[in-house]
């Protein structure tokens, strides 16, 4: 009988992390899948020339064990957050559009974890999570992995998904969500709406969408938001009527002005919108980690020990910031990690080892969560000529409660930056 893994004896993912040096990633071969597309020529300068960092050469290992410890703990999340309970608490706090009663469930839910040494951590989800159709691309262009991992190889690798099926998957996604909110009418028309979206970091992204849309004859736009105007009851881009909204804007309630004619449409049922301020409500507002981590409030609403269990060991612990406890917080920083409630990405976010004591005075001033910092295991690898050691975190993106796709992000610094030589986007395979 082969030992159980310990604290001491690395399962054989962390020891592939730290000593396998494959690129699996073949450039040519990504290159290839690209000139398959429309405006290869954009696409590949967006890609290669612009954001050479987008994608990681090197793959990330997890277990199996640990994978499925990572489902268990999205499946427990989906449960709470499906309960009225806790959707009354929730909406009570939220801003008055988050009580309009949308029936689209909301694409691409990114749950990120890092993965500490007593199991993976969940450290925040996040509606309208960029990077799935990037990593249905990534998964194309991968070679073989771990030749060269030695006595390290494990018996089976699992390639946990197939671009192919991933992009079938989120075509039918996007007809689900506007079926749960027009039935059988024909879907005809996309815009992809972000703020200033020719500027954006992914928007190679967005061309993949529209691409992918226009496969399904669907007239698609990718616009600003101030491109969009709301008249006889219909959003319009220019004069094409919009039946649906692929929202990538980080206005998460509709709040600023420039986005006055969305907010009007949606409201008027005029749009599908997708995701929208509920969705953004019942899972990404960071003051939810609160609640996850409450026992008392999941117990008053009927979540199961078991759950609350699974919670309880796999949310990264997290509280709200006031300015009560300003003396605790303070002698207590170096543990934390500081996030706005309302924030998005890495904004506004601060480790409390790196707070200066005027940045401490302005976080009691607004709207924080205090997190108990989970230090993201590391991939080790050889990047022009000199190991380095690079943190990375596991995405999966999720529909309707179910993982669709999995990928992770490695980088240096604070948090994910798609700025580190060696760093993007990485292809998971999971060891059995």
């Known amino acids: 009988m082969n030992p159980q893994p310990t604290a001491h004896t690395p399962d054989p993912a962390e020891l592939l992390n730290s000593s396998c040096r494959c690129a699996s990633l073949d450039r040519n071969t990504l290159r290839a899948e690209l000139s398959r597309q429309e405006n290869y020529g954009e696409l590949y300068r967006m890609i290669a020339e612009e954001r050479p960092h987008l994608f990681a050469d090197a793959p990330v290992f997890i277990s199996e064990d640990c994978l499925n410890r990572q489902l268990e703990i999205i499946a427990a999340l989906e449960q709470v957050i499906a309960m009225p309970g806790y959707q009354q608490q929730v909406l009570a706090q939220a801003p008055t559009i988050a009580k309009f009663p ?11 974890f890092h993965l500490s040494a007593d199991g993976p951590k969940l450290i925040e989800i996040n509606t309208n999570a960029g990077g799935a159709l990037i990593n249905a691309i990534l998964i194309r262009a991968q070679n073989p992995c771990c030749e060269r991992a030695g006595e390290q190889q494990p018996d089976k690798i699992i390639h946990q998904q197939s671009a192919q099926a991933a992009e079938q998957c989120f075509i039918k996604m996007f007809y689900q969500e506007w079926q749960a909110e027009r039935g059988l009418v024909p879907l005809t028309s996309i815009a992809i709406v972000d703020d200033d979206p020719q500027n954006q970091y992914l928007l190679p992204e967005f061309v993949l969408f529209k691409q992918l849309f226009a496969q ?5 736009v990718i616009c600003d938001p101030a491109e969009l105007s709301y008249r006889d009851n219909a959003l319009w881009h220019g004069d094409l009527k919009i039946d649906m909204v692929y929202n990538r804007l980080t206005d998460f309630a509709l709040e600023e002005d420039k986005h006055s004619s969305l907010r009007e449409a949606y409201l008027a049922n005029a749009v599908v919108l997708t995701p929208h301020p509920r969705n953004y409500a019942l899972y990404a507002d960071k003051r939810n980690l609160v609640r996850f981590g409450d026992a008392d409030f999941l117990q008053a609403i009927g979540v199961d020990a078991a759950t609350r269990a699974v919670l309880q060991q796999g949310v990264a612990h997290t509280i709200r910031v006031a300015e009560q406890d300003a003396v605790t917080l303070w002698a207590g920083r170096k543990q934390l990690f500081f996030k706005p409630a309302k924030g998005f990405g890495s904004k506004a976010a601060y480790r409390g080892d790196k707070l200066t004591q005027r940045v401490f005075n302005e976080i009691l001033q607004h709207d924080y969560v205090a997190q108990t910092l989970v230090h993201p295991s590391e ?23 179910q993982t669709q796709l999995i990928c992770a992000r490695l980088y240096q610094g604070q948090t994910t930056n798609f700025r580190t030589p060696g760093g993007g986007f990485a292809q998971v395979v999971v060891v059995s």
């Open 216 to 220: 399904q004859q669907l007239k698609t």
């Open 379 to 401: 991939r080790r690898l050889e990047v022009d000529h000199e190991m380095v050691n690079l943190k990375l975190d596991v995405r999966h993106y999720v529909y309707q409660g």
């Open 102 to 112: 949308a029936k689209a469930h909301g694409v691409f839910l990114g749950y990120d």
